[in-house]
């Protein structure tokens, strides 16, 4: 789907928050409705406390952006210094994606490319040549492919957790 409303993206804040899980939740309601539950599960994050305490983190701790189409909440990213515990650190500075997600009402605007592209655009700003991000990267390798198309190379993969959650770093140079 294609559309020609102008997304615009503004520095995003604590007072956001409730809007961020709403996009979660959106999304993970999306990806169960299609039986994909390995990449968030079901249960919606505003009821899973763990959830709200590491979007409340990254909100805080952050810089994140929130992406509107005609004022209304569209996606949202934050952007820091480092990855999370999980993934190495690199020897020199970068910019990571976290949290990245979009309201499925507005899937096909673009509103995802938007904000990485804004992403790359701070990080550049920043005089910052490495941008990277993670993600789930089980069943179809959807959403790797999906960071690919969005000029992200696909660096290392790692297993996370009991469950041995499949994850993908990809980095972009900016």
Not at 19 to 33: E, H, K, N, R, T
Not at 89 to 114: C, I
Not at 138 to 153: H, M, P
Request: aromatic share 10%.
């Amino acid at each position: 789907m294609t559309t020609n409303r102008e997304i615009t993206i503004r520095g995003g804040g604590t007072g956001d928050i409730p809007a961020i899980l709403g996009m979660f939740d959106s999304a993970v309601a999306w990806l169960a409705a299609q039986g994909r539950t390995g990449q968030w599960g079901s249960t919606p994050w505003s009821e899973n406390p763990k959830a709200v305490a590491m979007v409340e983190r990254y909100v805080a701790e952050g810089s994140p952006f929130v992406a509107e189409v005609a004022g209304v909440p569209a996606g949202t990213l934050t952007l820091t210094d480092s990855p999370g515990s999980y993934i190495e650190a690199v020897d020199e500075p970068e910019r990571y994606v976290h949290l990245l997600a979009s309201d499925r009402r507005f899937k096909g605007y673009g509103v995802g490319s938007a904000l990485l592209a804004h992403a790359a655009e701070v990080t550049r700003d920043a005089g910052i040549s490495l941008l990277r991000v993670d993600c789930y990267a089980g069943d179809d390798r959807k959403l790797v492919a999906y960071y690919e198309a969005n000029g992200f190379t696909a660096t290392e993969a790692f297993v996370v957790g009991e469950n041995n959650w499949p994850g993908q770093v990809l980095a972009r140079r900016v």
